[in-house]
């Protein structure tokens, strides 16, 4: 896969995401991660834990309507757009990240729960 390109405050990050799904417990994990342009062995890996579909896949991935407290209106999040790419890197960075240094993978859901979205609706099913 080809990596995607951003920059943020002259700053030159690639990234992409990728995903895996468990079918016995019918959860999946999209990751996204993003490196700081030159620093392959220090990325920024942000794991978004949520149900799986058969139908429409990982629901963050092509856009799904999560309400937002803070505005007080429902957005369709796709991690896709480069929005929700440049709220990974600021998140990352608040969480120590500066693209040269390792840090263990951050929970996804808790970076848009930060952002005012409620999350509730993309936890796995459990059975």
């Known amino acids: 896969m080809k990596l995607r390109r951003i920059t943020i405050n002259e700053n030159v990050y690639l990234y992409k995401m990728q995903g895996e799904v468990h079918l016995v417990t019918e959860d999946s994990v999209l990751s996204v991660k993003i490196f700081l342009k030159y620093y392959k062995l220090t990325p920024l890996v942000l794991n978004f834990h949520t149900w799986d579909d058969p139908i429409i896949g990982f629901p963050l ?67």
């Not at 790419?85 to 500066?98: A, D, H, P, V």
Request: hydrophobic letters at 30%; charged letters at 30%.
């Open 61 to 127: 991935n092509n856009g799904f309507p999560l309400f937002n407290s803070l505005s007080g209106e429902e957005e369709k999040i796709n991690l896709n757009r480069p929005k929700y790419i440049r709220e990974c890197i600021l998140y990352g960075e608040k969480e120590g990240w500066n693209g040269k240094n390792k840090l263990g993978p951050l929970d996804g859901l808790k970076m848009l729960e930060d952002l005012g979205y409620d999350t509730s609706v993309l936890l796995p099913k459990t059975k």
